[in-house]
């Protein structure tokens, strides 16, 4: 085969090559390992493929992008930037996205590689025309450049190149494209920060980051709600934090959220704002960012407590990762009787809201139950118990009839649900004194499809896993549960038929 794929590479290279070979010669590299490629490739038959590309012919240069793909893979880096420099530059330039797109990520493979990225670095041409790249109409020959500059910058000197030379001046003028490519660069610089606080340290004195500062505290509400997302994925890191803090932007997002109130416009930019704390207090304590930033709670509560779906939407998906942890779980619980209301309207959405927001409370109340066996004190034990009662009169039942709809997203909602406070005590005898919900939970044929019949297993694994599942279900139940286990999720029992004489 390797035999095969040289003759057509042969006849490629001296331009004999109809469309109908090259179609042969991308299934034929297709089937060759890269050993053998690597051993029978030499520049003649590269060069010639990247020479084919420059045909007005969009068959063509689709069928030589396939076979260039295989090809260059089978190569060392070191050899690619050594011997196909001037390739790649011209490549950059193609009018077909698919050649750039194969371009750049040669460049992103290069740069990995720590003998050849110094030879990317010396080359300030090919990375100029990648950060020209990043203004490419083809969001995804932007996103393609966005991650190769990206691996650039992982060493020191990759953030040198980009920061401390002509470089940034192209960063910068590349960002007057448009709104949009202005956020495709922050997007990188926010990607590049998040790596190292010495990375964040290059990006903030480019002045870059104050840039994407300036237009988060701007009057502009719509440039705000996309500002918020990046700053949010700064917040993320550890040395992000610390940077956002020293500055006082935190603080300037909580004045924001406190000035929203005479806003008309907030509605825009609220969601992410309150988002951007809700993250930020699961990564750092929760305890520390409700004390220092009460309008953070209040706002959620407010947004909870109001008819606008979308914001009741935000306001459940932000209390469920604030009481995704121990910590968080207790701040909520300090606001006593306002949360148990609140508890009690998600109950309802979750009976009867739009299918969206019925699935996020879901998803809500699944977070806010669920308590680690290494956690469950009997405080907190306590605690999870008049949440649940909170929720409805008849939460078990609520559940349970919202997992029976033929819904498959809802369904595996109720269920995961149920899989939350499964290896919690109270709940284990809520479930066994509740008539029929164990032969439920072990009926097979009430799951319809694959997602149903997994989520129906993960509850089934919960409850054998827990230590009290045996004390509480008793002896013939359990040995249920660890029969349904043992069977896996997909399990059909066999059906046996008896041919009876003279029977149709």
Not at 228 to 254: F, N
Not at 279 to 304: G, H, T, W
Not at 331 to 348: D, E, P
Not at 431 to 446: A, H, K, Q
Request: aromatic share 6%; hydrophobic share 40%.
């Amino acid at each position: 085969m390797a035999e095969a794929v040289v003759e057509l590479l042969e006849r490629a290279a001296g331009r004999e090559a109809p469309l109908e070979e090259l179609r042969a010669l991308r299934l034929a590299v297709q089937a060759v390992p890269p050993a053998a490629l690597r051993a029978r490739l030499s520049d003649h038959h590269l060069g010639a493929l990247f020479a084919l590309l420059s045909v007005n012919d969009r068959e063509q240069v689709s069928a030589c992008v396939s076979i260039l793909e295989r090809l260059l893979q089978a190569l060392d880096p070191v050899y690619v930037i050594q011997n196909l420099r001037e390739e790649l530059q011209k490549g950059l330039f193609h009018p077909d996205d698919s050649v750039k797109i194969l371009t750049i990520s040669q460049v992103g493979r290069i740069v990995e590689n720590s003998d050849a990225v110094t030879e990317i670095l010396n080359s300030p041409e090919l990375l100029r025309q990648i950060i020209n790249c990043i203004g490419g109409e083809k969001i995804a020959v932007a996103k393609e450049a966005i991650k190769s500059l990206s691996r650039i910058a992982q060493t020191q000197d990759g953030l040198e190149a980009l920061f401390v030379s002509s470089l940034l001046s192209d960063l910068k003028n590349v960002m007057a494209t448009n709104d949009v490519v202005r956020y495709r660069v922050y997007e990188l610089i926010v990607e590049i920060s998040s790596v190292s606080a010495d990375s964040l340290n290059y990006c903030a004195n480019s002045g870059l980051i104050s840039e994407l500062i300036g237009e988060l505290t701007g009057d502009d509400v719509l440039v705000r709600a996309t500002c918020i997302e990046m700053v949010t994925s700064l917040a993320l890191t550890p040395h992000g934090r610390q940077y956002l803090a020293q500055q006082g932007i935190i603080d300037k997002i909580s004045n924001i959220i406190v000035g929203a109130e005479s806003d008309p416009f907030s509605g825009f930019y609220l969601p992410g704002f309150v988002k951007f704390f809700g993250n930020l207090a699961v990564v750092d304590s929760p305890q520390q960012i409700c004390e220092r930033y009460p309008v953070f709670m209040e706002k959620v509560f407010e947004m909870a407590e109001s008819h606008d779906p979308t914001m009741i939407g935000v306001a459940v998906d932000t209390l469920g990762i604030l009481g995704s942890n121990a910590e968080g779980k207790q701040v909520l619980h300090k606001t006593r009787s306002r949360f148990q209301n609140l508890l009690n309207r998600i109950g309802h959405q979750a009976k009867n809201a739009p299918t969206e927001l019925r699935l996020r409370c879901l998803d809500a109340i699944s977070s806010l139950l669920y308590l680690p066996p290494e956690q469950q004190t009997e405080d907190l034990l306590r605690m999870t118990e008049s949440w649940f009662t909170s929720l409805s009169s008849q939460p078990l039942e609520l559940f349970r009839s919202i997992s029976t709809q033929p819904f498959p997203d809802l369904h595996c909602g109720a269920l995961r649900v149920f899989t939350a406070i499964a290896n919690q005590p109270w709940a284990q005898k809520l479930m066994l004194d509740s008539p029929g919900f164990v032969e439920y939970i072990v009926d097979r044929s009430v799951e319809p499809d694959k997602a149903s019949k997994d989520a129906k297993y993960e509850l089934v694994k919960a409850l054998v896993n827990s230590k009290t599942i045996a004390e509480i279900f008793g002896n013939q139940y359990y040995l249920r549960l660890r029969a349904y286990l043992h069977e896996g999720p997909y399990y059909v029992k066999a059906v046996s038929t008896t041919a009876v004489e003279g029977a149709e």
